[in-house]
């Protein structure tokens, strides 16, 4: 969409020299187009994929940009910044309306102050800084500290909330009062007051409103596929090309069953090489369906040039497992105007709750412990990391309001679970590709839609629950994509419908699977998730290399003997007790804090 900077400054000439400043270093990558919008004390500047959809006005009635598209609920036309502007300013409880759809937008007049919001999940990326009778607002704090009244101060709590949960939380970032805007709240701001956050909306939990526990279970499915189909036809117009990143998995085979059988025009777009195991079941999928097909491979000499823009424009807010991504955007560029993505599509209609120890009941202490915290640092080793005269007594207390967070989330523990999921680890580590996409195609993510989450978040939970639902779903309305090998990110592609001769093909099949385990102890990776992940492949050794000189930067920070001991130099391969994707995850957070530390400690 855009990488964007907004400011109100009444300084004239300081607000003018802010903007000439960071102009030239706004846009992240190359092929952009660069506009403004300003009127008195405020002005927005951005740079975007031509393409993208930006609305903005500037009059006496004030000023509003939005960035992507904001569609208003029983509504398919994307709202108009007039629109926006007029809306807001009419609105006298400053709880503005809700919009579906991947967006940003915000608007200002002197005599009412600032607004900002962003999608229902917050994953568009909202920062922002205030002093006084300035304030800065951003896709990315990094070009913050151009502003002179600005002071690039490292906060100890934005960094250990990032090493508990490979994410930012409560909004902290690594700089001293520079926070990212929660999911569901718009930002209000009159200089010289405190910024407040407001909430706008909140994922529903079920109610009498919404009983659908009279239903049988094809109705329920009923009502869930129609919810996702109505959120395709608002936010993937027939009448528009369509990109779909498919892997041959479950979420983007369901997505492509469904604009399919909309006549949706779609080039299907996949990640890894041929002998993937991912890239065959995606490839069976395509062929079914008639999409052309793509498939991309992100050059592994390429990982530092993509590292070095996840720290620089994300600050580790969405952890740093996701380097790669950063290529995808220039393949974009000549495949459609419109990517449709299901990164989080699962999670949200199935509700799989994979975070807790096995065999124990589900609880924050299971959650936490068995998944959550294992994609960053256990609190064990962070005490013994983490200097006590910089950070105190910061992890434990992170801890207590992480509990006291999850368990506000709902009356019953499930629901905890995910909202805390969706909230969290959706949230940063998986919903940050659509703002990194959005520099080659406009994102689509269906599940930014008021009905689908009202949906999922008032149906049982025996019908959601372990993607009953999302399973039904595929085997019920698109039997064909059904019976097609299914990745799972593992060595087993076993079909949710196997047909008949499958079955009896059985044995065959089986010994596939064992030939795919032989190769991959003969170091052939053909799992792409998995290769991708793999800190040791060269890759990831080139970023650590890169990382390697700036260990002695943050000595002030860290114990270096304990960091030394956990991350040994590029050249040593690292031992993983079991699963080697989440035990590596804490490891890359290191690397990408010492490259941060590069410009910014």
């Known amino acids: 969409m855009a990488n964007f900077v907004a400011i109100v400054d009444p300084n004239s000439e300081r607000r003018s020299h802010y903007i000439k400043t960071i102009q030239p270093l706004l846009p992240p990558v190359a092929g952009l187009i660069s506009n403004s919008c300003a009127v008195e004390n405020f002005e927005a500047i951005w740079a975007a994929n031509p393409k993208a959809p930006i609305s903005c006005v500037a009059d006496t009635e004030g000023t509003a940009v939005v960035w992507g598209?904001?569609?208003?609920?029983?509504?398919?036309?994307?709202?108009?910044?007039?629109?926006?502007?007029?809306?807001?300013?009419?609105?006298?409880?400053?709880?503005?309306?809700?919009?579906?759809?991947?967006?940003?937008?915000?608007?200002?007049?002197?005599?009412?102050?600032?607004?900002?919001?962003?999608?229902?999940?917050?994953?568009?990326?909202?920062?922002?800084?205030?002093?006084?009778?300035?304030?800065?607002?951003?896709?990315?704090?990094?070009?913050?500290?151009?502003?002179?009244?600005?002071?690039?101060?490292?906060?100890?709590?934005?960094?250990?909330?990032?090493?508990?949960?490979?994410?930012?939380?409560?909004?902290?970032?690594?700089?001293?009062?520079?926070?990212?805007?929660?999911?569901?709240?718009?930002?209000?701001?009159?200089?010289?007051?405190?910024?407040?956050?407001?909430?706008q909306y909140q994922i529903p939990q079920p109610n009498s409103h919404k009983n659908y526990q009279t239903l049988s279970f094809d109705q329920q499915l009923d009502v869930l596929e129609q919810a996702i189909d109505q959120a395709l036809t608002r936010q993937a117009p027939a009448t528009a090309r369509h990109a779909l990143l498919l892997s041959g998995g479950l979420d983007s085979r369901t997505l492509a069953g469904l604009l399919h059988r909309r006549g949706v025009e779609t080039v299907a777009l996949s990640l890894g090489v041929n002998a993937d195991i991912d890239m065959q079941c995606a490839k069976a999928v395509a062929r079914t369906l008639g999409m052309e097909h793509h498939h991309l491979t992100i050059p592994s000499d390429k990982y530092p040039e993509y590292a070095n823009l996840?720290?620089?424009?994300?600050?580790?807010?969405?952890?740093?497992?996701?380097?790669?991504?950063?290529?995808?955007?220039?393949?974009?560029?000549?495949?459609?105007?419109?990517?449709?993505?299901?990164?989080?599509?699962?999670?949200?209609?199935?509700?799989?709750?994979?975070?807790?120890?096995?065999?124990?009941?589900?609880?924050f202490d299971t959650f936490f412990g068995g998944g959550v915290n294992r994609w960053g640092f256990s609190p064990p080793f962070l005490e013994q990391l983490l200097r006590k005269e910089v950070f105190g007594d910061l992890v434990n207390e992170t801890i207590a309001r992480i509990r006291t967070t999850y368990e506000s989330y709902a009356e019953d523990e499930f629901r905890r679970a995910w909202w805390f999921d969706l909230y969290h680890r959706q949230r940063f580590h998986i919903g940050c590709s659509g703002w990194q996409l959005s520099f080659g195609a406009w994102p689509v993510l269906p599940f930014l839609d008021w009905q689908v989450l009202e949906t999922t978040g008032t149906l049982p939970v025996q019908t959601i629950g372990k993607r009953r639902g999302e399973n039904e779903l595929l085997r019920t309305r698109f039997p064909q994509l059904a019976q097609l090998p299914l990745d799972q990110k593992n060595f087993n592609v076993e079909p949710l419908q196997p047909s008949p001769w499958r079955q009896q093909l059985a044995p065959w099949f089986g010994l596939q699977r064992k030939w795919r385990r032989w190769l991959h102890k003969q170091g052939i990776e053909r799992r792409y998730y998995y290769r991708i992940y793999n800190i040791n492949d060269a890759g990831w050794r080139q970023v650590r290399r890169q990382a390697e000189p700036y260990r002695e930067q943050v000595g002030h920070l860290f114990h270096l003997d304990v960091l030394n001991q956990v991350l040994p130099p590029p050249e040593e391969s690292i031992q993983f007790k079991a699963d080697s994707i989440m035990e590596a995850s804490g490891l890359k957070l290191l690397l990408g804090f010492l490259l941060w530390s590069k410009d910014h400690l």
């Open 310 to 363: 996840l720290v620089k424009w994300e600050h580790l807010v969405n952890g740093f497992n996701w380097v790669m991504d950063w290529g995808i955007y220039s393949y974009l560029q000549n495949l459609a105007p419109r990517i449709v993505g299901g990164h989080s599509l699962g999670p949200i209609l199935g509700i799989k709750v994979a975070y807790s120890l096995p065999n124990q009941p589900l609880s």
């Open 69 to 199: 598209e904001a569609i208003a609920t029983h509504q398919s036309e994307p709202l108009s910044a007039p629109h926006l502007l007029k809306l807001w300013k009419d609105s006298q409880t400053r709880s503005f309306p809700t919009f579906d759809g991947f967006y940003a937008a915000i608007a200002y007049h002197p005599n009412w102050g600032l607004s900002v919001a962003a999608d229902l999940l917050g994953l568009f990326p909202v920062y922002y800084y205030t002093h006084g009778d300035i304030a800065l607002i951003g896709s990315s704090p990094e070009l913050f500290r151009y502003h002179p009244l600005f002071t690039a101060q490292f906060n100890p709590r934005g960094l250990v909330g990032i090493l508990l949960t490979n994410g930012t939380f409560e909004g902290q970032t690594l700089w001293q009062d520079v926070y990212r805007l929660a999911a569901g709240y718009s930002l209000q701001w009159q200089p010289h007051q405190k910024a407040q956050e407001i909430q």
